[in-house]
């Protein structure tokens, strides 16, 4: 969570030093935002409700409340920087879903000050090992100032957001997966 909180940060400074503005934030279009609000929802009731041990249902149940926000990622994929924060999901799922939970590289964790998890401790999070299938997307990039150890996946994701937050801050009207440089010209030229 701190990653996408430092990203959202960054992007929203940046955006604001280029010249743009928090405001037009409010001019984005997303279509479908009550699936991802059905999403978030059960997601949090996962959250508080579901099994948090490494168990086959636990992990089956994470990956399928994923699925609501899989497919608004997919009806809004023209939207700049959402390409991104899917790959991310995608890689995260699909190491989560080889593995039974995320892999966390205990060398990693120990550069960044905090523990390898124990199993059983850290819902749908497990110690990297000889047997890990895909290590390369688990959490094996250690990220000393957020005291967090990150995937390939958590950076895409943030990148994505960073560039949805950016380019939607410094553009002008909201143009669906349209750069700010890029200009639209009549359809008689």
Do not use: C
């Amino acid at each position: 969570m701190g990653i996408l909180l430092a990203a959202l940060a960054i992007a929203i400074v940046l955006g604001v030093v280029r010249g743009g503005s928090v405001g037009r934030l409010a001019s984005l279009r997303l279509r479908a935002p009550e699936i991802l609000l059905l999403g978030l929802g059960l997601r949090l009731a996962l959250e508080i409700f579901g099994p948090s041990d490494g168990t086959l249902v636990g992990g089956a149940a994470f990956i399928l409340v994923a699925l609501p926000g899989l497919v608004f990622l997919w009806l809004n994929r023209r939207v700049a920087g959402l390409g991104l924060v899917t790959a991310g999901i995608v890689a995260n799922l699909a190491v989560m879903s080889l593995n039974g939970g995320m892999p966390v590289s205990a060398s990693a964790a120990s550069l960044v000050g905090a523990a390898a998890p124990v199993d059983g401790e850290a819902p749908r999070h497990e110690e990297l090992t000889d047997s890990t299938l895909a290590p390369w997307l688990g959490d094996v990039i250690p990220v000393p100032p957020l005291g967090r150890v990150l995937s390939v996946g958590d950076l895409l994701l943030a990148a994505g957001l960073m560039r949805l937050i950016y380019l939607q801050s410094t553009a002008g009207p909201a143009v669906e997966g349209a750069a700010p440089s890029q200009k639209r010209l009549p359809a008689n030229q």
